[in-house]
């Protein structure tokens, strides 16, 4: 049966990275490291994922929907889910609001909202998700009325990736926000919230951060996406390897063809085997118009089918992807996509 290894040496190594470069860049302030473990932890399953973030200390993390908040609730002292609304109260999981609409869902949903944990999203520039600065304190009066509590300020700086003067811009514009919400906190009466805005390039490339959290999601799994030259980012390590099992073996001759339409036409004799990955797990489908290789430098010969691909060899196990990075140049893709692909269904074990 195929299976996914994550490594966990390869994560700590990440962590380690990263709290080192917050260390440097900010040595007077500790910022808290926070997990993204959203759409199953990029692939990688979020039950492992929430374990190993939990080992390392992790304390405070971020995932996609309340369906994920509750499966790890009681393993971190703040879960954070960015889209949807809870059906209940809770503890540690926050919801995330993004406008007004967003009360009003909520009070249809639960009724009273007083105690309700709540972290409030500001547009720094990126234009998708989060409220408008000039609204922050009709939103915050709004959670004042209501007695919820709002546990942090958060934006997201869409240009951590890319050369230019964006990333710049949106840093400056999220310090505007944390001196107004500052303002408001003193005129007001209600204590600061934490304040984060920086995902994983983004942190890494800063040379200064006096943000209370940074969010690391892709950087945790050894991966970056990045045009911009940064350093650290060179030593990251991809903690996720996907093996397959040979389903069957056969001796093809020459003129011989392998699956759908016969895509293949075998130039030599050779043995070929089929292992039970295929594009119904998530592994991309190969039609004949690209080429993949495997680690071992053999490679995935065309079509490949919904639940096995076929290639020369006959060892019992085969690494098929060690690299998301790889895969991703192949189909002009991005690592994130690559991995979030990867089907639930697949056993994952930390090596």
Known sequence: MAYITINHNHFKHNIS????????????????????????????????????????????????????????????????????????????????IHGFDDFEKIEKSIGDMSGLGVELKV???????????????????????????LVGILSHNGYGDEIGDEFNIEIERFEEVKYKVKLLSNELGFPLPRFHSL???????????????????????????????????K?????????????????????????????????NK??????DIGYGDGMYRLNGNRQLLLPNG???????????????GDTDEICVMEDAAYVAKVFDTLPYEVLTRLSPFIPRKIV
């Open 235 to 267: 030593h990251l390590k991809p903690i996720l390897k996907l093996y397959a099992n040979r389903i069957s073996t056969k001796l093809l001759d020459v003129g011989e063809k392998i699956g759908y339409g016969g895509i293949t036409t075998m130039k």
């Open 298 to 312: 053999e490679e995935i010969l065309p079509r490949t089918s919904m639940d096995c691909f076929s290639c020369y």
């Open 17 to 96: 990275i990263i709290r080192q470069h917050l260390k440097k860049i900010n040595p007077n302030k500790e910022i808290e490291v926070a997990a993204v473990l959203k759409d199953n932890a990029y692939g990688h399953g979020l039950e492992v994922m929430s374990n190993l973030a939990m080992e390392n200390n992790i304390k405070s993390v971020f995932v996609k929907n309340y369906n994920e908040a509750l499966k790890i609730a009681h393993k971190f002292d703040s879960v954070t889910f960015f889209y949807g609304i809870a059906p209940e109260k809770s503890n540690n999981i926050y919801s995330t």
């Open 199 to 233: 995902n994983s390039s983004c942190t890494l490339r800063s040379n200064k951060c006096d943000d209370d959290l940074v969010r690391i999601g892709i950087a945790l799994y050894g991966y970056l996406t990045n045009e911009v030259q940064i350093e650290s980012a």
């Open 270 to 275: 050779r043995v070929v085997s089929t292992y």
């Open 123 to 149: 547009n720094v520039g990126m234009n998708r998700n989060g409220i408008e600065i000039k609204d922050l304190r009709k939103h915050i009066e709004t959670i004042l009325k209501n007695d919820i509590r």
